[in-house]
């Protein structure tokens, strides 16, 4: 009895030592990573080749992280990290507005196919409506704006605006979207926070025009409510695109981490801040709830005893704003990093009792890291205690069942193939014409013999890849029963396949 309280009380301690308390692992859990080149000048101070490299090896430490989903920055401000005929070549690749990189390649096509390779989802993020970045910031020559200032705004922060109201604007945006997802095989559109722009204290957007013409010429009388129907009618007109062309791609917001407070409304949350609903005309639950959008991803960038936006209310309010789409928890991790757990203030950070609170919540799904590259840092050794605890075990994203509940067939023709220093496994993809069929990504499942074959068993998967192979480089010497499994777009999974492989180098 001595001894196993002695052994108890060391592995409590090695737990501590990691951040919290011992956690199951989670087969399906979305765990993304918002990559941002807006603001991130190392790259038009690298060749392209160079930014390939710095590219391929932020995918590697955020997959070995536990990341499964990279939110790639492509539209800042109304321009493109990819050749577009719509919109100039952004600044934040070459350097220069208008500008491409020399010479020319597709970082959007490169970080598709390095995510999809990986098993990864590559989520393309754009924001809507914001053309410039400053005072002094101007559209490059060839910019829409050229052709059409009529559809601008200029606020009292010196940026520059599609004006929202505007159908034009709306139809241009859309026309924008409809052209990635038309060559391009992204997983998702993805929008944060800047819808209409964030308040100069004492100064209304300047829309008095739009709003005699779309708002009190159509009958409406708050001019609130209005501004948040003109959102409504883009994200509306996006969600109805996406499932024309690829019903398969989702649509997917960020907004500011408060809807409403409670004093001003009885449906807000226990906070004191500033308010999207109100602020930036973002009436985010309704998405979700009219079917518009697929996932919601609220910014929750503060400490769990914030005095006027305390975390953990934030985090069970949203909890009860799903409406049956994913919800997934954005964080700052120098935020999450920085505090003390509350609980515990022993632990230098609130990584785990955030990921502890989060995974008990019924309806969240996910978490979302910002910025990918303070991961990729490892800021305050976060990057290692998700590799070590928190996210240690590989994960699928949630099953999109809105979208598609039909699993794929089974790969085919599994076989191991020895070589002189490891076996590699191949297989065959499932053919079908069904796009939404099709595999996007496979399961490596691994087991002694002798042990029962559970797939459902997270702690069991040793890779997610978007290739027919594995290669078991690195494994002990044993005899090992491999299962693999194909998965369709929407993380639906087929049964498995499996394969008896003795490691003997």
């Known amino acids: ?106 970082p959007l096509q490169f970080m598709i196919d ?53 159908p034009e604007s709306r139809n241009f945006i859309d026309k924008v979207v409809r052209d990635i997802i038309g060559r391009y095989d992204v997983d998702a ?53 996406l499932q024309e062309v690829k019903p398969w791609v989702q649509l997917g917001i960020s907004p500011f981490g408060i809807w409403r407070n409670k004093d001003n409304d009885p449906r807000g949350s226990e906070t004191k801040g500033l308010q999207c609903y109100d602020a930036l005309y973002a009436d985010c639950p309704k998405w979700t709830k009219e079917g518009w959008v697929d996932y919601m991803v609220p910014q929750l960038y503060w400490e769990q ?12 309010w949203w909890n009860g704003e799903t409406y049956g789409r994913g919800m997934y928890y954005g964080y700052s991790v120098s935020n999450v990093m920085t505090h003390k757990d509350t609980r515990d203030s022993t632990i230098d950070n609130q990584l785990g009792e955030k990921l502890e609170l989060q995974r008990k919540l ?15 840092n490892n800021y305050k050794n976060v990057a290692d205690k998700l590799k070590k605890k928190f996210m240690a075990a590989q994960a699928l994203p949630p099953v999109y069942t809105w979208l598609d509940n039909k699993a794929p067939e089974a790969v085919s023709k599994l076989k191991a193939e020895k070589s002189c220093c490891e076996t590699v496994l191949k297989w065959t ?7 939404m069929q099709k595999a996007a990504r496979y399961v490596v499942y691994r087991f002694k013999v002798g042990e029962p074959v559970d797939v459902n068993k997270a702690e069991a998967i040793v890779d997610i ?12 010497k044993g005899k090992y029963v491999y299962a693999v499994t194909a998965v ?17 180098k």
């Open 429 to 435: 993809a499932p053919k079908t014409n069904d796009d």
């Open 465 to 476: 890849t978007g290739e027919t192979c594995y290669h078991t480089h690195g494994t002990l």
């Open 189 to 241: 559109i993805h929008m944060d926070d800047y819808f209409y722009p964030y308040p100069v204290t004492g100064v209304d957007f300047p829309d008095d025009a739009s709003w005699e013409k779309y708002g009190k010429g159509q009958g409406w009388t708050d001019k609130g409510d209005w501004r948040r129907h003109n959102v409504d009618l883009l994200i509306e007109q996006l969600h109805n695109t």
């Open 1 to 106: 009895m001595k001894r196993f309280k002695i052994t108890l009380v060391a592995a409590l301690m090695a737990m501590i030592a990691l951040g919290g308390v011992a956690q199951t692992a989670k087969k399906h859990e979305f765990r993304g990573a918002w990559m941002h080149i807006i603001g991130q000048k190392q790259y038009a101070n690298m060749t392209p080749e160079e930014t390939r490299n710095y590219l391929v090896y932020q995918l590697n430490e955020l997959k070995a992280s536990g990341v499964n989903a990279v939110i790639w920055q492509i539209r800042p401000q109304a321009d493109a990290a990819y050749p577009s005929k719509l919109e100039p070549w952004t600044r934040w690749i070459s350097g220069t507005a208008g500008v491409a990189p020399s010479p020319v390649w597709d």
């Open 114 to 166: 390095e995510c999809h390779k990986r098993g990864m989802e590559l989520h393309a993020w754009i924001n809507p409506y914001r053309v410039t970045s400053g005072k002094d910031d101007k559209p490059a020559e060839g910019h829409v704006y050229y052709q059409h200032p009529e559809w601008f705004l200029k606020y009292a922060d010196g940026k520059l605006y599609f004006d929202p109201a505007l």
């Open 362 to 376: 019924e309806n969240v799904t996910g978490v979302v890291w910002w910025p990918g590259y303070t991961v990729t």
């Open 488 to 504: 369709d777009r929407c993380n639906n999974e087929s049964v498995p396949v499996k394969v008896t492989v003795e490691i003997t």
């Open 305 to 316: 005893e914030h005095p006027r936006a305390n975390n953990e209310i934030l985090m069970k």
